[in-house]
């Protein structure tokens, strides 16, 4: 009898049938982990500890990792083999993979980054930050130490492969069918009683002009017999993956940084260079850099707090909170709240300062009015200036180059004083300590369908570049390299871009009579989450066969409130689990990270706190387990 061919039984599905249930009984449960990035080794882990904390059950379990990069943990953004200039935006101190809740790791206690580092003689200072390459060790390091303490009951099998499609079987309890292609290019197919997705970041669909590049991960891509030497490149994007692909084009061709006694840095090129790099993005400004992050002490929030937002959305109900009105005002409160503590402390003041902050809303105006009539030689803080600090110079002849050259010396100066010392930069920095808060009222449609738009459109881009941007060494690089004349900004705001019939690309100013030619264009952004848009086909199969469909925000509140809104994630309930076309939850399938965007705010690739369904995934996989093959004696 083969096994494979009887339905198999879930925890919420138990068959009647004793034919079923014996046949269920006579074979191993197979469990399937898609996508072995870090979530995917968090899922793992988690699975294992409940397994062993559960004891061995009656049959053997099949745990099945699927894993597109030869890396298993790290996945492409971590590999080991990437240069070391690629840099982590996040202090040491804050990587852990360890787990945080019952039960136990099989490996015991895990050391987070900073032990390890120091156990492995790097150097490991907690306000440092590390190269992705030596982050992507530590998560080996972790995967292997899992994978050689497996007790005898679980079979591991690590696959380098895509996979592709996923279907439930002919009825409620067969396995489900999982397709994947080897990337030794066989196709093939098994089944599976339990699955998690943990795909991560999709990847764009290849553009075969010759000029373009889609992706510039690996970085190893981007060599001179794609970009030659002394050509003109354009730049889409202005954030993290841009400072990559500057680095990629200029110190991983040989150029050197040279450190200044002012801790800055002088670049030497190699000659291998691009003759010019032109970035360009919608918004045209860069991040704020990251100075000292690690035990910043930041006092608490004081208006837009969880108690706040709670009771907003029981006040909204099922109508979704509404961005612009409800939470936007908090915010700007808070920033502004931030920038003045600071500000008071600075001047030393006794009266106005974080200690005493004024607990209502209502009385920050004139706690603000006091505080400039003791100091009137301080500049009178504007929080709409962190989003478009160039708003009072429209229609200037000031050069954008140096405009924006000189607004990131000062964003880099400010950064290097920090957050606990400086101002602006303690205001920008006020989203990365109420982000947690902010995902807890987003989760679950908890914005109304035209704010879910609006935020996402308007404000996310402006948000994350206020609160998570590079290292301040990293920053400080590029200001070197426009310093060297290899970066040009006189293009960086919302240029057009036109093809020619040559190959090239002509970028030209919207607000002037500009226009300047191209020899290559790099896309240097990451692609949101699109499960219907990704080329990869396996959610776009999913939803075509109906075991998932597309999430869409309904809660309009009123016809005069604009219409649904789809962010392009598939649904899932509130713990992860698929939703099928007809509503039903798949309770053997569930979502976490990256696939989940949309639904979920802040996925964190190697935080195992924010949204973190592959807890509650392992735990009722093992007591899967234990209702198909009980524990023995």
Known sequence: MNPDLYPSQTLDRAPQDPAIAAA???????????????????????????????????????????NRCPYPAAGDVYRPDQPHYLLMNFSNAHIDAGPHSAPSSIVGEFPDLVTWL?????????????????????????????????PDFIDVHLHHAEVFDLAQGRDKYERLNLHYRMFDGEAREHTYDRVILTTGHQRPARNDADATIDFIYPVSQLDEQTIAAGSRVAIRGLGLTFIDAALALTEGRGGNFQRTAGNGFVYQPSGREPACLLP??????????????????????????????????????????????????????EVTLAYYRVAARVEGDSESNSATPPEHRESLPQWIDAFHRRYPHQPRFQ??????????????????????????????????????????IAAATTWRHLSATFADCYR?????????????????????????????????????????????????????????????????????????????????????????????????????????????NRNTGSPANGDAFCPGC????????????????????TVYGTPTEGL??????????????????????????????????
């Open 24 to 66: 269920i009984a006579s074979r191993p449960y197979r469990i399937a982990v898609v996508g072995f990035g870090p979530k995917g080794l968090y899922a793992f882990e988690r699975l294992l500890a409940e397994l062993c904390h559960q004891g061995a059950p009656s049959m053997p379990v099949e745990i099945h990792l699927f």
């Open 118 to 150: 120091a156990q492995n003689g790097l150097p490991a200072d907690p306000h440092g930050y590390t190269p992705r390459a030596v982050v992507g060790q530590y998560l080996t390091d972790v995967w292997t130490r899992l994978r050689d303490a497996c």
């Open 280 to 333: 360009f993005s919608r918004s045209g400004l860069p991040m704020v850099p990251r100075g000292r992050t690690h035990d910043v002490n930041r006092s608490a929030s004081v208006f837009f707090t969880a108690q706040t937002l709670a009771k907003l959305r029981k006040r909204r109900g099922s109508r979704g909170i509404d961005f612009d009105r409800d939470l936007l005002p908090l915010l700007l409160d």
């Open 383 to 424: 929080p709409g200036e962190l989003f478009d600090p160039f708003a009072s110079q429209v229609g200037s002849r000031l050069d954008p180059h140096q405009q924006l050259f000189d607004y990131w010396t000062v964003l880099d100066n400010a950064a290097g004083i920090g957050e606990t010392d400086h101002p602006l």
């Open 444 to 552: 679950d449609g908890g914005l109304d369908a035209a704010s879910h738009r609006s935020f996402l459109q308007c404000y996310a881009g402006h948000f994350n570049r206020l609160a998570f941007g590079p290292p301040l060494i990293n920053s400080r690089k590029i200001l070197a390299l426009c310093r060297a004349g290899l970066i040009d900004f006189s293009f960086s705001r919302d240029p057009d871009i036109t093809a020619a019939p040559d190959g090239e690309f002509q970028l030209n100013c919207r607000t002037a009579n500009e226009s300047i030619r191209c020899d290559a264009l790099i896309d240097a952004r990451i692609p949101r989450h699109r499960a219907s848009a990704d080329p990869a086909p396996l959610y776009r199969r999913m939803i075509e066969r109906g075991l998932a469909r597309l999430y869409v």
């Open 570 to 589: 598939i649904e899932i309930t509130a713990t992860g689990e698929l939703v099928a076309r007809d509503g039903e939850v798949e309770p053997r399938i």
């Open 600 to 633: 979920t705010w802040d996925n964190d690739t190697l935080s195992r706190r924010h949204n973190d369904f592959a807890s509650r995934w392992a735990r009722t996989a093992a007591r899967a387990v234990a209702a198909h093959h009980p524990a023995t004696a």
